[in-house]
Nanobody
Framework: QVQLVESGGGLVQSGGSLRLSCAASGGTFNAYVMGWFRQAPGKEREFVSGITWSGASTYYTDSVKGRFTISRDNAENTVYLQMSSLKPEDTAVYYC????????????????????WGQGTQVTVSS
């Protein structure tokens, strides 16, 4: 069973950048595909980005394409989310999640398919 711990959240002005990290332990990291989700107050948890085992394929929700970049370092058991050109509507708690397999945008974006979740990190973007 893998444990996930996010870090890197904080308060940033509109147009700024943050890099989130998600450190994994207790499992074979490169056996999992990874996803980032976010949840704003009063809203459902939504998919942000996903990455395959090797990092060769990545997926993004439309609202973050061109602004966010997901990557992973399997040697460090860590997945990252580089966020740039942040907007107030990006304000949310960001969660990383792990699952055994995913092969398409629809499977990556399905939060119910992820058995492992971190505790979340708050990102607040001020206008």
């Amino acid at each position: 069973q893998v444990q996930l711990v996010e870090s890197g959240g904080g308060l940033v002005q509109s147009g700024g950048s943050l890099r989130l990290s998600c450190a994994a332990s207790g499992g074979t990291f490169n056996a999992y595909v990874m996803g980032w989700f976010r949840q704003a107050p009063g809203k459902e948890r939504e998919f942000v980005s996903g990455i395959t085992w090797s990092g060769a394929s990545t997926y993004y929700t439309d609202s973050v394409k061109g602004r966010f970049t997901i990557s992973r370092d399997n040697a460090e058991n860590t997945v990252y989310l580089q966020m740039s050109s942040l907007k107030p509507e990006d304000t949310a708690v960001y969660y990383c999640a792990a699952r055994g397999a995913a092969y398409s945008y629809s499977t990556f974006s399905s939060k119910n398919g992820y058995p492992y979740w971190g505790q979340g990190t708050q990102v607040t973007v001020s206008s």
